[in-house]
C-alpha cells in the first residue's frame, strides 16, 4: 500500500509569485485535504476536495485554491504569496466514508523572502 | 479562544516513565477524536483515533475522551526516547473531514 507523498519537499518564493504543490493520495482513498501548519503550531485546514470538487473549506482566502484529478491525486495552488504564507504544507488522504481518519504525507515546506 | 487548547510544553520525563497528554475543547459538536505524532520536519502520524466518549488502548499507548468535561487525553506507558516527538490532538464534527487542531505538546524521553 502507497503512503500519501508530496512533492516538492522544499520550495523558497519571494512576495507576490505564485506556487503550486502537488500530493499524491494513499492508494483506495478518494478525499484529499490540504493543511498549513506555521512553525510551533497545530496544522489549520484550509480545503478538502473530493470527487474533483471542492468539499468544505477552511478560513482562507481565495488567493489558496485546489485540484483534485480523476487518479484522486491533488494541486494546492497559492497566489500573490505573503511572507506569512511560509509553512509547511500538508496532505491528508482519507475515504469519504471516514473522513476523520486522515494519513498525512511529509509536506511541503515553503519559504517566502 | 482557541477551539482545541493544548499545553506546548515542553515535556521532559525519564526513559520509562508513564507520560500523560491533555487537550481541552470547547465545541460540543466534536464527536471525533485523535492523536498524532509528529517527529521533527516530517508529517503528522496517527497514532489513535476515538468515536464519541470512552477509553481505547493500542499497546503502550491509551486514549481517554470524557465529552462532558470536554477534555481528551492519551496516556503513554514505559515511555522510550523514541517517543520523542511532537503531539498533536484533533477533533472533528460528524462527516466534515475538517480536523481541528491542537497547538501540539513537545516530549522529550531522556534515556
Known amino acids: 500500500e502507497t503512503g500519501v507523498t508530496q512533492s516538492p519537499t522544499h520550495l523558497i518564493k519571494t512576495r507576490g509569485q505564485q506556487v503550486t504543490l502537488r500530493c499524491s493520495s494513499q492508494?483506495?482513498?478518494?478525499?484529499v485535504s490540504w493543511y498549513q501548519q506555521a512553525l510551533g503550531q497545530g496544522p489549520q485546514f484550509i480545503f478538502q476536495?473530493?470527487?474533483?470538487?471542492?468539499?468544505g473549506r477552511g478560513n482562507f482566502p481565495p488567493r489558496f485554491s485546489g485540484l483534485q484529478f480523476p487518479n484522486y491525486s491533488s494541486e494546492l495552488n497559492v497566489n500573490a504569496l505573503e511572507l506569512d504564507d511560509s509553512a509547511l504544507y500538508l496532505c491528508?488522504?482519507?475515504?469519504?466514508?471516514?473522513?476523520?481518519?486522515?494519513?498525512f504525507g511529509p509536506g511541503t515546506r515553503l519559504l517566502v523572502l | 479562544q482557541k477551539e482545541v487548547e493544548q499545553d506546548p510544553g515542553p515535556l521532559s520525563v525519564p526513559e520509562g516513565a508513564i507520560v500523560s497528554l491533555n487537550c481541552t475543547y470547547s465545541?460540543?459538536?466534536?464527536?471525533?477524536f485523535m492523536w498524532y505524532r509528529q517527529y521533527s520536519r516530517k508529517g503528522p502520524e496517527l497514532l489513535m483515533y476515538?468515536?464519541?466518549?470512552g477509553n481505547k488502548e493500542d499497546g503502550r499507548f491509551t486514549a481517554q475522551v470524557d465529552k462532558s468535561s470536554k477534555y481528551i487525553s492519551l496516556f503513554i506507558r514505559d515511555s522510550q526516547p523514541s517517543d520523542s516527538a511532537t503531539y498533536l490532538c484533533?477533533?472533528?464534527?460528524?462527516?466534515?473531514?475538517?480536523?481541528?487542531f491542537g497547538q501540539g505538546t513537545t516530549l522529550q524521553v531522556k534515556p
Open positions: 491528508a488522504s482519507s475515504k469519504i466514508a471516514d473522513q476523520e481518519t486522515q494519513y
Open positions: 492508494s483506495g482513498h478518494n478525499t
Open positions: 476536495y473530493y470527487r474533483e470538487e471542492e468539499n
Open positions: 465545541n460540543s459538536a466534536f464527536q471525533y
Open positions: 476515538t468515536y464519541s466518549s
Open positions: 484533533a477533533m472533528s464534527a460528524s462527516n466534515t473531514g475538517k480536523l481541528i
